[in-house]
T-cell receptor
Framework: GGIITQTPKFLIGQEGQKLTLKCQQN?????MYWYRQDSGKGLRLIYY???????QKGDLSEGYDASREKKSSFSLTVTSAQKNEMAVFLC????????????FGPGTRLTVL | GQQVQQSPASLVLQEGENAELQCNFS?????MQWFYQRPGGSLVSLFY?????KHSGRLTSTTVIKERRSSLHISSSQTTDSGTYLC???????????WGSGTKLIIKP
């Protein structure tokens, strides 16, 4: 087994601010993901990374940067937070390749004032 | 059209009743993953089911590839089962899961 931790749990920022969310996993998984979930809606993939220093864009990458500093950690940066932006950001990890179950962290809830 | 259609969108049951949730898909599938999410909570993986039937306590997942469907059955529902259930399809070597729109389940005491 393993665990995914996300920090912070709650993030409040100002419009235009650069904000960073962090994710750590101890599954020893190669692939990590960042998703955004808006209230009452499904998940949208922002970025994923299949190995250290790799980055792949998802459907929602505009407005975000990501960094895979090492195998166990994957950071997401909101480059310029938008007012009234409120969403939960979920980090996940999986093995690489086919038949790869994804495991999720507890989420970071973002509010922009 | 949507590649994964989840139904029903919402379901209200009395405690003790059984719940049946469905995901129909129109694309190739490696596996269907079922998740549970409490309001404001994280996603808990319930099943990772490429085909056939899997059991976990009161939960049963069945994926029938030929019929392009996957179901989640909850027997003898409890109020603590309330929440949102999501299915997500893993397709080939594509890392992007294709998500259903979710079923909001409310179990009344």
């Amino acid at each position: 087994g393993g665990i995914i931790t996300q920090t912070p749990k709650f993030l409040i920022g100002q419009e235009g601010q650069k904000l960073t969310l962090k994710c750590q996993q101890n599954f020893n998984h190669d692939t990590m993901y960042w998703y955004r979930q808006d209230s009452g809606k499904g998940l949208r993939l922002i970025y994923y990374s299949i190995t250290e220093n790799d980055l792949q864009k998802g459907d929602l990458s505009e407005g975000y940067d990501a960094s895979r500093e090492k195998k166990s950690s994957f950071s997401l940066t909101v480059t310029s937070a938008q007012k009234n932006e409120m969403a939960v950001f979920l980090c996940a990890s999986s093995r690489t390749g086919n038949y790869a179950e994804q495991f999720f962290g507890p989420g970071t809830r973002l509010t922009v004032l | 059209g949507q590649q994964v259609q989840q139904s029903p969108a919402s379901l209200v049951l009395q405690e003790g009743e059984n719940a049946e949730l469905q995901c129909n898909f129109s694309t190739s599938l490696n596996s269907m993953q079922w998740f549970y999410q409490r309001p404001g909570g994280s996603l808990v993986s319930l099943f990772y089911n490429p085909s056939g039937t899997k059991h976990s306590g009161r939960l049963t997942s069945t994926t029938v590839i030929k019929e392009r469907r996957s179901s989640l059955h909850i027997s003898s529902s409890q109020t603590t089962d309330s929440g949102t259930y999501l299915c997500a399809l893993e397709q080939g070597s594509n890392y992007q899961l294709i998500w259903g729109s979710g079923t909001k389940l409310i179990i009344k005491p």
